[in-house]
């Protein structure tokens, strides 16, 4: 069964800008979880401009499923991950600036960083997973630093898939099979919608845990959150 883990980072981006406290990011972490979420997925990044370190606080204990915290692993983000102790952190390559996501990680050039990092969250109990694109050699090192898990950028395939449709699967299927050879279990996201999940799920229905958060946030806006999140886990049935 794959799993559902909200991203809830537009949320606080909503909130943010007005500076008070409306939606209610702890509020709506319940009410995805009551809705049917199976995880909640945050990614703090250096500026706060939507999760802010606070936050990350705050949700720890309220959260009753599955904590996935995203981000570049910078002395600050370790220090804070290292005492909040979510299930999972995931190991995201972007730079501060970067507006969201873009690439997963070169795992040959950056292996000493990674696996220090790795190991730390393993000493701390903590589950590691590494953002990755496709490339078959960056996957088996990933494996080779010893993370429990990758998770696949699957920006690439959300664009490939609207325009040629099955095709786009292909690289993510044979990555897929890559990785579960090398002992990984993977997860994955980003640009992931109700018109592309469901093919992606029936072509890799082993994934762990799928993080969505943009475009469940827009279709929220119209169909409401409960729905939303049902429409979502009906495609990963
Ligand atoms: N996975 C990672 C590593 C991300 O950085 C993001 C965006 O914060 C997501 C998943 C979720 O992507 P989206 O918001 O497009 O669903």
Not at 1 to 22: E, Q, Y
Request: with cysteine; aromatic share 8%.
């Amino acid at each position: 069964m794959t799993k559902l883990s909200v991203n809830v980072n537009k949320i606080a981006l909503i909130r943010n800008a007005r500076g008070g406290n409306l939606p209610n990011l702890s509020q709506v972490v319940l009410d995805c979880e009551k809705f049917g979420a199976e995880g909640i997925t945050v990614h703090p990044r250096p500026d706060e401009r939507h999760i802010r370190y606070q936050d990350v606080w705050n949700l720890r204990p309220q959260i009753s499923t599955e904590f996935n915290i995203e981000g570049y692993p910078s002395p600050e983000f370790m220090k804070l991950v290292l005492s909040v102790k979510p299930h999972q952190v995931t190991l995201v390559p972007d730079a501060p600036d970067a507006l969201t996501s873009n690439a997963g990680w070169d795992t040959l050039t950056h292996a000493d960083f990674l696996r220090d990092t790795v190991d730390a969250l393993h000493e701390a109990g903590i589950r590691s997973s590494i953002f990755v694109g496709t490339d078959l050699k960056l996957i088996e090192q990933a494996a080779k630093l010893g993370s429990d898990r990758v998770e696949l950028y699957t920006g690439p395939y959300a664009e490939a898939f609207e325009k040629h449709g099955a095709e786009a699967l292909l690289p993510f299927v044979k990555a897929a099979e890559v990785a579960r050879k090398c002992g990984l279990s993977i997860n994955a996201g980003h640009d992931l919608n109700l018109f592309n999940l469901k093919a992606f799920h029936e072509a890799i229905p082993y994934v762990e845990e799928v993080s969505i958060g943009h475009a469940l946030v827009a279709d929220a806006l119209y169909l409401g959150l409960e729905k939303t999140i049902a429409a979502y886990k009906e495609c990963l049935k």
